[in-house]
């Protein structure tokens, strides 16, 4: 008897398991699943505060129960595979698993957290992790095989809706993108190429960050530039000026020095930056790209590295940019004879008549100053933190008809950091992190990271969990903390990313919210960020920090005429440069880097002097992350303001329109192709018109 009993609870037990595991479409339960505790503050809380021991022991439990995972969906014989146990079962290990939660975690807490020890446990975690997902799953072929035997079997008797459809697609792609269809031989020396790219591009990004070249200038060099920037700036023993070649410092001096030569040899070193180091670690990489794409059954590497995105083809990428540049050409030759028509004092063109490169930005500069007059830091005073901040979630509220909530929290890695709910029509859509001050150690730049996906797990809706990241200026003992017109751009631009982010529900977690195309993902944002150039919006989130006063017609005029002053030239740039990246992977494996660029600056950029010292290429750090995919600057550009275009008809906060671009845009994450929501919400196929009617470019 007391053996039935054991028994008997032991089925019970078996049951909890398995109704526990179903719930949750998880197997083991040996670790606690992350996902269970997105359900309350405190548990958002916990996911990220963590030490550093804990950090690196627990990786290792979660790799193994990763890696369990797929073990078992490898396992199950094919007469019995189904869209849940095969698709996805590898959909959840992806994005849902503890493994990918903690991944996302980690990132953010190596940008984030104020504890060395931290940063490193979870830097470390992270690559383990990273590759852990590369190396077993992305690339293991037993799995494609057990996946291929899913698709080319039950699937087709299944009925599935077209997300899971679209799934199985997009993955069978992916698989075979990373050469898991070719025979084992083949495969091997696929994974050697992928091995020795990841080895040059990643001395390619190296070179580039560690080549800190100065050049050295007396006082009288530095003439145009301000005082405290100059008394910021390092001296040489014999006390001559240093001035390098990071950001802040080369456009500082770009813009403002009036000293020609000290122009010049700054830029000479901006653009030698990683040369020559990285002459023949480029042309390596792109012969050893071709050889990849080759290997995997396309023409070029551009083509492999496009066949995922949105554009398709690099036929129609490069297309897409040849137009648009066409289309650039009268309003740049305006832009020139207007910039050029009174020379300020050390600029002078070259006997035929062109800008030498290194005036380019000073020529604008100054023409801004003497035409607008416009001081960034006046505008600032218009935009005190809070007040902006207030009126942006109030935005959001009327057009998306999305709730915030601040909540207290404590725990997480700074205090400064600010917890917020979002919901919509009553429902918790998921919790927001704002981060939003410098401090020491903290990652410098803005940025957004999804740290748990919004997904609906059998039919409930789970909150995502979304953090945005910057650096705005604190409030000082009289100021409140200012926003410049950069700085509030920056934040429109990162929430869209987090609105996607928490708005973009789908049921596979790979395609929640921002899990979009490559040349897709930005849209959203550079969308919002067309909110800041309407007057009603700038009257309506502007208020004097003393007066409350909202920005002045006069000055919003002026605002709204400098997005055009160098748009020709702005659009004919960023075309230089996707068609550079689109030359360098084109079908070949030899390529001459310098040539093609000097061939297309001949061919496209006739009225700015080719300097021969300049080897540009060699810092051109997009070249590897990108691949042959800088046009998705411009591409996702030009259709954000497509989509602009048609919700200002229907007005910027009118909430029907706002509801619409929900559910026919954001609210579908990545789960249908971007080319097909655009379609559905606009009506039509997306075009360039308002793009270039709003950058002047369209001809008369
Ligand atoms: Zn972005």
Redesign the pocket.
Same mark, same amino acid.
């Given at each position: 008897m007391r053996n039935a009993i054991f028994i008997a609870s032991a089925l019970v037990i078996g049951l909890v398991l398995i109704s526990i595991k179903f719930c949750s479409g998880i197997w083991t339960m040996k670790n606690k699943q992350l996902i269970d505790q997105v359900g309350t503050i405190q548990g958002v809380v916990d996911l990220f505060a963590l030490p550093a021991d804990t950090i690196s022991q627990k990786t290792d439990d979660y790799i193994k129960e990763a890696q369990e995972r797929i073990d078992q969906i490898i396992a199950i014989p094919t007469a019995e595979r189904t869209f849940e146990n095969t698709a996805l079962a590898l959909d959840r290990v992806v994005g849902l698993s503890n493994a990918a939660i903690s991944e996302h975690i980690y990132e953010g807490l190596e940008l984030l957290s104020p504890e060395e020890a931290v940063r490193n446990a979870a830097h470390q975690a992270m690559i383990k992790l990273r590759d852990f997902f590369v190396d077993h799953i992305m690339n293991n072929k037993k799995l494609y095989q057990a996946f291929k035997a899913y698709v080319e079997g039950n699937a087709k008797n299944e009925s599935l809706n077209p997300e899971q459809r679209y799934f199985l697609h997009e993955t069978m792609k992916d698989f075979e993108r990373a050469g898991l269809n070719l025979p084992d031989e083949q495969l091997a020396q696929v994974k050697k190429l992928q091995k020795e790219l990841t080895e040059l591009a990643l001395i390619f990004g190296r070179n580039i960050a560690q080549d800190n070249r100065t050049i050295t200038v007396p006082r009288s060099a530095l003439v145009g530039l301000e005082d405290d920037f100059i008394a910021s700036l390092k001296k040489t023993d014999e006390g001559l000026y240093i001035l390098g070649v990071d950001y802040p410092t080369y456009f500082n001096v770009m813009e403002h020095c009036s000293v020609e030569d000290t122009r010049r040899q700054l830029y000479l070193a901006f653009n030698n930056r990683a040369y020559p180091a990285n002459e023949s670690i480029l042309k390596q990489i792109i012969a050893k790209r071709d050889e990849l794409a080759r290997f995997l059954g396309f023409a070029s590497y551009a083509q492999l590295s496009i066949d995922s995105e949105m554009a398709k083809t690099p036929e129609r990428s490069q297309e897409f940019i040849v137009d648009l540049i066409a289309k650039s050409k009268d309003k740049v030759k305006e832009e020139i004879k207007e910039l050029t028509a009174t020379l300020p004092e050390s600029v002078e063109l070259t006997a035929d008549g062109k800008i030498k490169p290194w005036d380019f930005a000073y020529l604008k500069a100054m023409y801004k100053k003497g035409k607008f007059a416009i001081d960034e830091r006046k505008i600032a005073e218009y935009f005190p933190m809070k007040k902006t901040v207030n009126e942006l979630l109030a935005i959001y509220h009327q057009f998306l008809g999305v709730d915030f909530q601040e909540v207290p929290a404590t725990g997480l890695w700074d205090d400064e950091v600010k917890v917020v709910k979002v919901s919509k029509d009553g429902k918790l859509l998921g919790i927001l992190l704002l981060d939003l001050y410098p401090r020491p150690n903290k990652y410098s730049h803005a940025a &957004?990271l999804t740290a748990v996906p919004a997904v609906y797990k059998n039919g409930e809706s789970i909150p995502a969990v979304s953090v945005v990241m910057a650096n705005f200026p604190k409030p000082t003992a009289t100021k409140p903390s200012l926003l410049t017109r950069n700085d509030v751009n920056t934040f429109f &631009? #990162?929430f869209g &990313?987090a609105l996607h982010a928490l708005l973009g529900r789908t049921l596979l977690a790979s395609f929640a919210g921002t899990n979009t195309k490559m040349d897709f993902v #930005?849209l959203p944002?550079q969308m919002l960020e067309e909110w800041l150039w309407d007057k009603a919006i700038l009257k309506k989130i502007s208020g004097h920090y003393k007066t409350g006063e909202p920005l002045p017609d006069e000055l919003i005029e002026k605002i709204l005429k400098l997005k055009r002053l160098t748009s020709g030239s702005f659009v004919r740039q960023q075309g230089y440069l996707s068609l550079l990246a689109l030359n360098y992977y084109k079908e070949g494996p030899d390529k001459d880097p310098y040539q093609l660029m000097k061939q297309l600056h001949d061919q496209l950029i006739t009225d700015i002097l080719f300097e021969p010292q300049n080897h540009f290429y060699a810092s051109f750090g997009h070249l590897t992350e990108y691949g042959a995919k800088y046009y998705g600057y411009l591409w996702s550009k030009v259709f954000a303001l497509d989509l602009f275009d048609e919700i200002k008809k229907h007005g910027l906060l009118n909430p029907a329109i706002g509801q619409k671009y929900i559910v026919d845009v954001i609210g579908k994450g990545g789960s249908q192709d971007p080319n097909e929501l655009l379609c559905t919400f606009l009506g039509r196929e997306p075009n360039n018109k308002a793009f270039l009617k709003d950058m002047g470019l369209l001809q008369q």
């Open positions: &957004h &631009h #990162e &990313h #930005e944002s």
